[in-house]
């Protein structure tokens, strides 16, 4: 999820509310139970939901749609040239998803606080998707 969230020296809050991707929208940030390495987890956004139609594979690589089925999220890392996310694994079913990521805790920073304030150190994390500028009518 770079640049987003960094590797390493930093901790995720997850708001558990959005369990089961109960509220989530497009550009979040869910934390999910990885659907082909057992046991692990991990952190993408959320680029579609069910219905939506997204690319299957990195944008300019192929222009190929889905459609995400009933019950599904397609989930994509920041970092796309080396993100295994959907593109790899397919739509993510959202009984899967632990929680929405609303914040990120700087190791580094938080040492220069005491553990009384480690909220000095938390980055809150609004999706930051924007939307694409209107396209230029062609003018005859």
């Known amino acids: 999820m770079l640049p987003t969230l960094p590797s390493f020296g930093s901790y995720v809050i997850i708001n558990k509310y959005y369990r089961r991707g109960r509220g989530v ?4 940030i869910v934390s999910f139970k990885h659907p082909v390495r057992r ?3 991990a952190v ?4 579609g939901l069910e219905g939506d139609f997204v690319l299957m594979y990195t ?13 599904h999220c397609w989930v994509v890392g920041d970092d796309l040239p080396h993100s295994r996310d ?4 397919g739509p993510l079913p959202m009984a899967l998803i632990a929680g929405k ?15 009384r304030s480690w909220w000095a ?10 939307t694409p500028p209107p396209l230029e009518d062609d003018q005859d």
């Open 25 to 28: 929208t497009v550009g979040d």
């Open 39 to 41: 046991g692990d987890f």
């Open 44 to 47: 993408k956004r959320v680029m």
């Open 59 to 71: 944008p300019g690589a192929n222009d190929a749609m889905l459609q995400v089925p009933k019950g």
């Open 86 to 89: 959907s593109r790899t694994f």
């Open 101 to 115: 990521v609303i914040a990120k805790i700087d190791m580094e920073a938080w040492s220069l606080f005491s553990p």
């Open 121 to 130: 150190s938390c980055s809150w994390i609004d999706h930051d998707l924007q």
